[in-house]
């Protein structure tokens, strides 16, 4: 028998109400409107203010806009997967965090921790478990609370994250929509460049590891700059050829949402028109595992029922790839 394909079936999102404009970075940091905005393209970024809320109260909201969405109740659900590089709790899992908040029962769940390729290795390991066809209904979320780990003294660094959650339904299709085609690749090497330097097995949490801000994000920006521009583009122009897709084939690139220069770098090597090119990074910064399945659910009105998607994404690790989807839905006006 025909394996079926996986197709996306719907999306749901979150993101707090408080909005960290470049405005009021400026008065923490050494920074201004006109910096953040040519260097990053980032105009303002949402924090989750709450500190009895973490990540998975992200994700558990946008679970839940995704089951009002599509009409899908919890005890459906065969399988969570939660993308996060900032989950709740080192141990358990976020996503059985976030199921046990939604009410799924009688399923199984945990994340990936893939940077802010996170939305890539998560969907597409969703995708194998429904093209095996045991699995019908299977959640992807993506859900940040980046400003605990973001250290709003450094400069260089605060200006980018934001807090988000999203999420879609993965469900078999015997039609020609779904996951087509991926790329994933990752290079520990990169890791000097892009983390955290305590808290984990390697360097414990200490009162010094706490004096000296260790525990927040620590980037190289401008080497991550270079790797993210060329992997990202190298991927998604691979993918194009190796699936005999022209620029005119392509209806979106979705890609994350880290720098409005790699975006644009990313689509022009593609031979893409900016108008193909999905951007809200000006309003949500970099929400890591997020990006991508918020962009989904901004464009979800526009997207039509075959349309051929590239997602590309870079992070930590170094982690990257591209999926080529075609899309599985136009959603009714
Ligand atoms: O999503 C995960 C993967 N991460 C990424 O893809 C991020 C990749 N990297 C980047 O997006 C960029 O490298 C950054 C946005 C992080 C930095 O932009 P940049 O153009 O590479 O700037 P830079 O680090 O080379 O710094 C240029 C100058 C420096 O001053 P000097 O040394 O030239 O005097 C910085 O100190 O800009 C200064 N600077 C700032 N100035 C005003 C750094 N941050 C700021 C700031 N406001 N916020």
């Known amino acids: 028998m025909e394996r079926p394909r996986a197709v996306i079936t719907g999306v749901g999102a979150y993101y707090p109400d408080y909005i960290l404009t470049n405005e009021e970075l400026s008065r923490m940091v050494d920074t201004t409107d006109e910096w953040i905005m040519t260097r990053i393209g980032i105009k303002e970024r949402r924090i989750l203010r709450d ?3 973490g990540s998975a109260y992200l994700g558990a909201r946008a679970v839940e806009d995704l089951f009002r969405k599509t009409g899908t109740k919890p005890e459906e659900v065969d399988l969570l997967i939660c ?3 900032t989950p709740d709790m080192h141990f358990p899992a976020n996503g059985n965090i976030i199921s046990d908040m939604v009410g799924i029962k009688n399923a199984f769940s945990f994340d990936v921790n893939a940077g802010c390729s996170g939305f890539l290795y998560g969907f597409t390991t969703a995708c194998q478990y429904v093209e095996s ?11 940040e609370k980046m400003s605990v780990i973001t250290d709003y003294t450094d400069r260089a660094t605060c200006p980018i994250f934001g807090d988000a959650a999203a999420a879609v339904l993965v469900e078999p299709t015997m039609e020609n929509v ?3 085609d991926h790329i994933l690749r990752s290079d520990g090497m990169g890791r000097v460049h892009l983390h955290m330097k305590a808290g984990g097995s390697l360097k414990p949490p200490t009162i010094e590891t706490v004096m000296a801000r260790e525990h927040y994000i620590y980037q190289e920006g401008q080497p991550v700059f270079k790797h993210a521009v060329s992997n990202m583009a190298d991927v998604s122009v691979e993918i194009m050829k190796r699936n005999n897709l022209t620029s005119e084939d392509v209806a979106w690139l979705v890609p994350h949402q880290a720098n409005l ?7 022009e090597r593609m031979g893409l028109p ?3 090119v999905m951007v809200n990074i000006h309003k949500y910064g970099n929400t890591t595992s997020a990006t991508i399945p918020l962009c989904l659910y901004e464009w979800e009105d526009k997207l039509k029922k075959g349309d051929n998607l590239i997602l590309a994404a870079f992070g930590a690790g170094f982690t990257w790839g591209s999926i080529y989807l075609k899309w599985g839905y ?4």
């Open 51 to 53: 500190s009895t809320k």
């Open 83 to 85: 993308c996060t590089v």
């Open 133 to 143: 066809g045991r699995y019908k209904k299977v959640v992807v979320v993506g859900a």
């Open 178 to 180: 779904g996951m087509i």
């Open 261 to 267: 220069r790699i975006i644009k770098a990313t689509g």
């Open 274 to 276: 900016a108008e193909k």
């Open 330 to 333: 136009t959603k009714e006006k």
